[in-house]
């Protein structure tokens, strides 16, 4: 997977050359007319078929296009059956030519595709904003998906916004970003840059998906199971063909036993799981006996403080998350990117259900709210950083959330929301279908809903190693938005913080 890009004019190319000489891993240079664009990739035939170069014109793909198979089976109607060999981004241009800009809202996963010609720049992002494209108006106009490339390259390039601003706004675009001297694309739009008379950078912006909230189905019970069914079969499916070694992090909780559940019989193989926990607390016992009735080969993993506090900096760090909540979910989740590095190249999750069926709301929740009250989370996730293919690559693993696709929110944002939250419970259409279909144990099917962060405790310990109250998010959103900074500025780094934490934003 070429996982993250950054793109600097020529009046910057020596610039641009020399950070690329200081990035660890994978990387490939691509001179694109007047631009010079630096890739990165999980191994170097993640590249292969990513970058198609001609004499007018360059275009790139970023990031994971999990349906490819179907696009190519419906490009075949438009171009025969040599489109068969060809490229993903070959494919994906072809398709572009046939059916315009409507081919990025066939495109499932997060990505960017990116086209540069003698005119300017076409910039297309993914629906969901799973693959975030910044531009930043420093010395030059830069254009990144992560923003610590641009820090790299002059530390004084950002204007970040006062932390009052940051702590005391709960409503924000769904492409915010805090440095006022930037710009993030929005999700499902395709932006053209090109330069004015005197040749200064102006930017079009079109969506081609506008992903929005609509009034409530009210499917019959049964038919909703059976559709969860097969979107669920078909996303895990296809996450579990990827990769040479495909596992799954499981708490005992539902929406990751379902993904496993499924994992498993569609390898029809040893499928791995994890558990992670902390020296405060973990659900390993839920998790065990997850793995007994689904007979996986599996494994329980406890992290230390230091360790949870080093995956919090490493979440802030590479995934450029400024918010405390998004943080300390994936504290967790980046010590187990390294704990299975080398090991495990996919990861599948069950990320992204309590947004849909209401595992965040309280069960008394009103009906009438339901889905309006979700739906705000859903679009929260777009601004906060926490789907970012990032951290996890960082250590060679590719992510897979078999909730989070285009079909499945399409179909689960407005379900009937008795079909969520009733009589007490929380998510009720999904237990109902892991009992029809025989997919868990009774015990995780009706067991209380609890939060990763909260089940291995990793909310208690974040609150005690800065010496606040395990739900001051204040105060944790302010830790975290001042390690964004130093880290985008180029001041500090995960490995330089020590036991001290709070002393290293003095």
């Given at each position: 997977m070429a996982y993250s890009f950054f793109a600097v004019n020529n009046s910057s190319r020596e610039l641009s050359r020399s950070i690329s000489g200081g990035l660890t891993g994978c990387y490939e240079v691509v001179e694109a007319g007047k631009w010079t664009v630096v890739i990165k990739s999980i191994s170097p035939n993640r590249m292969d078929g990513r970058i198609?170069?001609?004499?007018?014109?360059?275009?790139?793909?970023?990031?994971?296009?999990?349906?490819i198979?179907?696009?190519?089976t419906l490009a075949l109607a438009y171009h025969g059956a040599e489109i068969i060999n060809a490229s993903p981004v070959l494919l994906i241009k072809k398709l572009k030519s046939s059916i315009g800009t409507a081919v990025f809202s066939l495109m499932h996963g997060g990505f960017t595709f990116l086209e540069?010609?003698?005119?300017?720049?076409?910039?297309?992002t993914d629906a969901l904003g799973m693959q975030p494209v910044h531009f930043v108006q420093g010395k030059s106009l830069w254009i990144t998906s992560e923003l610590k490339h641009v820090g790299l390259m002059d530390a004084t390039t950002f204007e970040f916004e006062d932390e009052n601003t940051i702590i005391n706004?709960?409503?924000?675009?769904?492409?915010?970003?805090?440095?006022?001297?930037a710009r993030k694309a929005k999700p499902g739009s395709i932006i053209n840059i090109n330069n004015d008379s005197e040749g200064y950078p102006y930017f079009e912006q079109q969506s081609y998906l506008i992903h929005r909230p609509s009034k409530d189905q009210h499917i019959a019970p049964d038919r909703a199971k059976l559709i969860i069914h097969n979107l669920l079969t078909?996303?895990?499916?296809?996450?579990?063909?990827?990769?040479?070694a495909p596992a799954a992090p499981v708490s005992g909780g539902l929406d990751s036993s379902i993904v496993a559940s499924l994992c498993v019989k569609a390898?029809?193989?040893q499928f791995s799981t994890f558990a992670i926990g902390t020296n405060l607390g973990n659900e390993f016992a839920h998790a065990d006996l997850l793995a007994r009735h689904l007979e996986t080969q599996h494994k329980e993993l406890i992290f230390d403080d230091d360790h949870i506090m080093n995956g919090l900096h490493e979440a802030i760090y590479y995934n450029e998350i400024f918010?405390?909540?998004s943080a300390e979910i994936h504290a967790g989740l980046m010590c187990l990117y390294k704990a299975v590095s080398g090991a495990h190249d996919h990861l599948i999750t069950g990320y992204g259900a309590d947004l849909l069926f209401g595992g965040v709301l309280s069960p008394d929740t009103d009906p009438l709210t339901i889905n309006s009250l979700l739906w705000n989370q859903i679009y929260r996730t777009r601004w906060t950083g926490e789907f970012s293919p990032f951290g996890a690559a960082h250590y060679g693993v590719e992510v897979s959330h078999p909730y989070w696709t285009l079909d499945f929110i399409n179909f689960a944002a407005n379900l009937n929301p008795h079909l969520k939250i009733f009589d007490g419970n929380v998510k009720i259409i999904l237990r109902k279908y892991a009992e029809e279909y025989d997919l868990l144990p009774e015990k995780i099917i009706w067991r209380k809903k609890i939060g990763i962060h909260e089940g291995s405790s990793i909310n208690k310990l974040f609150g005690t190693k800065i010496d606040v109250a395990k739900s001051?998010?204040?105060a944790k959103t302010k830790y975290t938005y001042s390690l964004f900074k130093k880290f985008l500025t180029n001041q500090l780094s995960p490995s330089d913080i020590g036991p001290s934490y709070r002393s290293i934003l003095n």
């Open positions: 198609l170069k001609t004499d007018v014109q360059t275009c790139i793909l970023i990031g994971t296009v999990s349906n198979d179907q696009l190519y540069f010609d003698k005119t300017g720049i076409s910039i297309a706004s709960h409503f924000r675009v769904d492409h915010y970003t805090p440095i006022k001297n078909t996303s895990t499916s296809s996450a579990a063909s990827h990769g040479t390898t029809q193989q918010d405390g909540l001051d998010y204040v």
